[in-house]
């Protein structure tokens, strides 16, 4: 059986612009390659008024459990400033060892990897006691509405089972082996909205100017301390991401004023706590005030244990560094997976990801696929 060469897969991957939500043959190249190695192959595209189709891919090898689940994404934020690219931002170019191409770190590289990983396992396992699994969305860098969330559920209502699951996020500050991410900080976003009368600014008794309050509501949340921190995570944190006010000219009094925010959260919070306290803080202001909020992902921690430690370990042997178990950055399709099984996320390094120039060195994607090779050997080891 030909074996699945990484580096040429994610040349492959890379070479399909698959700027979120388009997969434009994404998920056909990865299918072809992973049948090519004995995977069963289910396509899943779900839909949802207002927002775009999307396909997934959830693959499968083997049909007994533990099943462990590779897990990521094929589509990619848009190249940005071309000028910038000094390369073809498609064009899967390797310049002294390294590969560009929007995409590279996150994470097309580690999906390659993943494919690559699992078929020489297989080959050098043939029988092994379980299954492995690719589940690959082409909606994690979209509204996330369309893919693994609902993969999963279509998954449970099949009876499908993961055992364990390991994303292949970006998670490596500046070299591979560097962190690991065992959690993620919540997200909850917020739009507060103040209603006055609008009117001339030379007369402005005839009017009603919401800009002042809605400063010293701002002026409320900027000094909200929400906590302190936590033996994994750090400090959760509120920013005011955007001000506005209604459309009119200089000499006009706005008819209302907003303001946009994002907190990161902690596991010492849920979406609900959070909410409740930053209703508690405007509502000392006695200013009336409308609250919109939308949740995105709860905080979550996979406390550290046999799955990172599995991870741990590998790198260890294939690298000589242990990585940090970490909760730091944005968030991740992990936080749809922890509620269906244990998840980490190990990948590639995060340097370059969503830049002009994206790269990632052709070295750590053998690295990285011989690595997630160890992990399986070790897992199904017992």
């Given amino acids: 059986m030909a074996g699945i060469d990484p580096i040429k897969l994610t040349q492959e991957l890379i070479r399909c612009p698959s700027v979120t939500p388009a997969d434009a043959g994404a998920?056909?190249?990865?299918q072809r390659a992973l049948e090519q190695v004995g995977f069963v192959c289910r396509?899943?595209?779900f839909s949802e008024e207002g927002t775009p189709d999307i396909d997934n891919?959830?693959?499968r090898l083997g049909t007994a459990l533990p099943n462990f689940c590779f897990a990521g994404h094929t589509d990619v934020v848009p190249v940005g400033d071309l000028a910038g690219w000094t390369v073809d931002p498609f064009g899967a170019e390797i310049i002294d060892g390294v590969l560009f191409g929007r995409g590279a770190a996150d994470m097309k590289a580690a999906i390659a990897c993943f494919a690559a990983a699992a078929g020489r396992f297989a080959e050098a396992a043939p029988g092994f006691p379980g299954s492995?699994?690719?589940?690959?969305?082409?909606?994690e860098e979209g509204p996330s509405i369309n893919g693994t969330r609902k993969v999963?559920?279509?998954?449970?209502?099949e009876g499908e089972q993961l055992t364990h699951c390991l994303v292949g996020e970006p998670t490596n500050p500046i070299r591979l082996g560097d962190m690991a991410k065992i959690g993620r900080r919540g997200s909850l976003n917020g739009l507060i909205t103040v209603n006055g009368v609008q009117g001339h600014v030379a007369y402005p008794h005839l009017a009603d100017n919401p800009a002042p309050r809605l400063v010293r509501l701002m002026t409320r949340l900027a000094g909200l301390e929400l906590d302190r921190g936590n033996a994994h995570f750090q400090?959760?944190?509120?920013?005011i991401t955007a001000i506005e006010t209604s459309p009119g000219a200089e000499n006009v009094i706005p008819a209302w004023a907003r303001c946009r925010f994002n907190v990161r959260f902690n596991s010492d919070h849920s979406s609900q706590d959070v909410e409740r306290l930053v209703r508690h803080a405007l509502d000392h202001e006695l200013?009336?005030?409308d609250l919109a909020v939308k949740v995105s992902g709860e905080s979550f921690l996979t406390p550290p244990g046999k799955l990172s430690r599995l991870v741990v370990d590998a790198c260890k042997a294939v690298l000589g560094r242990e990585p940090e178990l970490s909760t730091t950055g944005g968030t991740s399709d992990a936080r749809f997976i922890k509620d269906y099984c244990p998840v980490i996320e190990f990948g590639m390094a995060s340097g370059t990801m969503h830049k002009v120039d994206e790269r990632v060195a052709v070295s750590d994607i053998d690295g990285l696929t011989t690595i997630y090779e160890e992990v399986l050997r070790r897992y199904f080891a017992g």
């Fill in 152 to 157: 999963l559920e279509a998954l449970r209502e």
């Fill in 287 to 289: 200013i009336p005030y």
């Fill in 27 to 30: 998920l056909d190249v990865l």
């Fill in 57 to 59: 891919l959830y693959a």
């Fill in 235 to 239: 400090a959760s944190n509120l920013e």
């Fill in 43 to 45: 396509r899943y595209v």
């Fill in 132 to 139: 492995i699994s690719l589940l690959i969305t082409g909606d």
